[in-house]
């Protein structure tokens, strides 16, 4: 490889990067009815959402029972369920919103879950 594509292929990623840190996020979380564990989700995500996207994200909150047509079209098969639309690609955390590391994997904020 020779130092021009060295350099074109970090510019690139550097483009990338900087693009990912303002990048716009649409998110839709769904529960079911406003029962404790909805709450805590809701609490949960909008928590990590403002500390790792402040100013940077959309959140619209679906409860299933007011809305239960949604649930077939976007394939919710447990609850609660988020899903990140944007930026691409789509992604889904389902279930403990409580766990923050695994929102932020599943928001594309973290690679992986951090060695214990």
């Known amino acids: 490889m020779t130092q021009s594509q060295i350099e074109e292929n970090l510019a690139k990623l550097e483009s990338a990067v900087a693009g990912r840190a303002s990048a716009r996020y649409v998110l839709r979380l769904y529960v079911a009815g406003f029962t404790p564990r909805s709450a805590t989700a809701i609490a949960s995500v909008k928590k990590t959402c403002e500390e790792h ?62 060695v214990k």
């Open 53 to 114: 996207l402040r100013g940077r994200y959309e959140l619209e909150v679906v409860n299933l029972y007011e809305f239960p047509t949604l649930a077939k079209g976007e394939q919710i098969i447990a609850v609660p369920t988020l899903i990140k639309k944007l930026p691409l690609p789509l992604r889904r955390v389902i279930g403990d919103m409580a766990d923050t590391n695994k929102l932020l994997v599943g928001l594309d904020l973290m690679e992986k879950y951090p």
